[in-house]
């Protein structure tokens, strides 16, 4: 038979202590272990991680481990960020492309000309010749196109006021030259001045030829 002491008031005193120092030690150590818990999986920038980012965070670690991925650069500062996206400058014109002509200020004696007639009267100082030279120029080319800067021969193929054969050497000025009547009158009186030496000398060839 197993003899037990009488429980006395301070053996009941002792044995509540010790409950209730246990139960302090439990609730403690469960909510240390909460913290420890939520800080590591907490959001370093702040606030709770959902399962849906724990779990994308987990397959993150998983796939760098095994080499796939690297880590993504650290967030910047809003000061750090660029204020716009920088503009991408205009790209430079394209090799060998020649820009567009413009008109010409008219010159003293061109005054009776209009339209693409005063437009070759004025660019004929430029090319060494006088403003005399106009009438033989009037003739050769109205025979020759009319001044029309869309004229073409569907036989020859020849283009434009000066009727260039073919018209693309008119490129040699300007890559507008299928609409830009400077632009061919240009081409027009350099290969005049080159070939002939004036509209006279053109015009006397063409009367002869038919052709210059």
Known sequence: MV??????????????????????????????????????????????????????RTAERAARGAGRITPSAAPTSAAARPSAVPVRPPAPPSVGSAPRTTSPTVVAGCGPYSGNRRTACSLLPSFGFSTSQMPALDKLWEHESNWNHLAENPSSGAYGIPQALPGSKMASVADDWRTNPVTQIRWGLGYIEDRYGSPAAAWSFWQANNWY
Request: hydrophobic fraction near 45%; glycine fraction near 10%; include cysteine.
């Open 3 to 56: 003899h037990r002491a009488p429980v006395t008031p301070a053996l009941r005193r002792r044995n509540a202590i010790r409950i209730t120092v246990a139960t302090l030690c439990i609730g403690t150590l469960a909510a240390v272990t909460t913290g420890i818990v939520a800080l590591y999986h907490a959001d370093p920038r702040g606030g709770a991680v959902t399962e849906a980012a724990l779990g994308d």
